[in-house]
T-cell receptor, first 113, second 112 residues
Framework: DGGITQSPKYLFRKEGQNVTLSCEQNLNHDAMYWYRQDPGQGLRLIYYSQIVNDFQKGDIAEGYSVSREKKESFPLTVTSAQKNPTAFYLC????????????FGPGTRLTVL | GENVEQHPSTLSVQEGDSAVIKCTYSDSASNYFPWYKQELGKRPQLIIDIRSNVGEKKDQRIAVTLNKTAKHFSLHITETQPEDSAVYFCAAPMNSGYSTLTFGKGTMLLVS
């Protein structure tokens, strides 16, 4: 299923707690992305990284943080500052060249109680 | 940045009919337009894409058309089957570097 994995599939946290979502890829892709998916809202970009040790904010970065210490890994931390963290989170990766496909992971459904 | 509008949000068709989903974009410099399909509970997957040097691209029962003057592109599915039921997303480059995409809000296609 594409070589990009996310864990866990379901995650429950109490309000006020930080939580880290894992994303790993073995496709040797340079670029990685985090999206948030809410019903009727499409896919909204949180953060992206085009190269190790570098990342940029997307449209809805407030309340989230990322790191890119290894090419294969791009973890996302949902902090207590994120007002509505309950959502489906998708990670994706692609080769750095133009015009090519983004490959998505299976997603993590986060529920904050 | 790019703004992508997608219509309709829900589309119901009878098996064997055609389905058309339309998207408009705002940045006239955009020249790459992919379509992703997301089945229930699964990850989005690319089904077809088009670059602005062509006006139409076909792959079996699916096709995409592009009108750069009007800044809109459409997904056409012919002879729909129950397995076509899914959410479809259009997208356009968010910036001139094409490193990121802006997605439409999605169309839920129901084939019965």
């Amino acid at each position: 299923d594409g070589g990009i994995t996310q864990s866990p599939k379901y995650l429950f946290r109490k309000e006020g707690q930080n939580v880290t979502l894992s994303c790993e890829q073995n496709l040797n892709h340079d670029a990685m992305y985090w999206y948030r998916q809410d019903p009727g809202q499409g896919l909204r970009l949180i953060y992206y990284s085009q190269i190790v040790n570098d990342f940029q904010k997307g449209d809805i970065a407030e309340g989230y943080s990322v790191s890119r210490e290894k090419k294969e890994s791009f973890p996302l931390t949902v902090t207590s500052a994120q007002k509505n963290p309950t959502a489906f989170y998708l990670c994706a990766s692609k080769e750095r060249v133009t015009y090519n496909e983004q490959f998505f992971g299976p997603g993590t459904r986060l529920t904050v109680l | 940045g790019e703004n992508v509008e997608q219509h309709p949000s829900t589309l119901s068709v009878q098996e064997g009919d055609s389905a058309v989903i339309k998207c408009t974009y705002s940045d006239s410099a955009s020249n790459y337009f992919p379509w992703y399909k997301q089945e229930l509970g699964k990850r989005p997957q690319l089904i077809i894409d088009i670059r602005s040097n062509v006006g139409e691209k076909k792959d079996q029962r699916i096709a995409v058309t592009l009108n750069k003057t009007a800044k809109h592109f459409s997904l056409h599915i012919t002879e729909t089957q129950p397995e076509d039921s899914a959410v479809y997303f259009c997208a356009a480059p968010m910036n001139s570097g094409y490193s990121t995409l802006t997605f439409g809000k999605g169309t839920m296609l129901l084939v019965s």
